[in-house]
């Protein structure tokens, strides 16, 4: 159910002060009217949106005392159909993304980050993968480790992802869990990522790296 009416725009003082992460301004402005966080932007953002995904990185207070009363927005879909996880996955800030992995788990007493697509059919984790955040990724999996199992639109899991870019801790990590895919598009696995893109980044020749764990052997 969308909380937002269909006309409903972001106060500008609030986007303002999102952007320059202005956290006093912002608390002025939500001291006088709480229902100024309230509102979407041209791309259908939330506020929640906005404060996951900037280069500013929020203290777990400041995280509760503004969003705490406001956790319907980590639900909310952009234009991209992006939820506020996966802008915080994507730009790497672990207290927003464990904050709303809390908060998420909070709902309803289950978690179904995996359910979270966006229009490319990629998950937060895909995210992460893709943007080397290793440390997210862990959370992310602890959270809930179906993540592993989802291919995006592209045919690519976020294991082939983390291959693709070089990132051998990430792979190695994802690979801990049964549940990991490592299917890449045109019938491509991880292994041909290691090999055909990064070579370099992998400490030991990626054949002897990936083909030591039996879910990319086979």
Not at 123 to 134: D, I, V
Request: aromatic share 8%; glycine share 6%.
């Amino acid at each position: 159910m969308d909380p937002y009416g269909p006309d409903e725009t972001m106060d500008p003082r609030i986007y303002r002060a999102l952007k320059k992460a202005d956290i006093f301004s912002l608390k002025m402005l939500l001291q006088e009217n709480p229902s100024r966080l309230h509102g979407l932007t041209a791309q259908k953002n939330t506020a929640l949106h906005i404060a996951a995904g900037l280069d500013y990185n929020w203290s777990v207070p400041e995280i509760h005392q503004i969003f705490d009363s406001h956790l319907y927005f980590q639900f909310v879909a952009n234009k991209r159909g992006e939820t506020p996880l996966h802008c915080a996955a994507r730009a790497g800030k672990i207290f927003m993304v464990n904050f709303l992995i809390g908060s998420a788990r909070k709902s309803d007493g289950q978690i179904h980050l995996h359910e979270m697509k966006n229009e490319r059919g990629d998950t937060p984790l895909h995210e992460a993968a893709r943007n080397g955040h290793l440390r997210i990724a862990y959370e992310l999996m602890k959270a809930d480790e179906a993540l592993g199992e989802e291919i995006n639109n592209q045919g690519e899991s976020a294991v082939f992802l983390a291959a693709e870019r070089g990132a051998e801790e990430i792979v190695r990590m994802l690979l801990q869990f049964p549940s990991s895919a490592v299917e890449g598009p045109k019938r491509q696995t991880a292994l041909h990522a290691a090999v055909c893109r990064n070579y370099g980044n992998f400490n030991r020749s990626p054949c002897t790296f990936i083909k030591s764990n039996i879910l990319l052997a086979n």
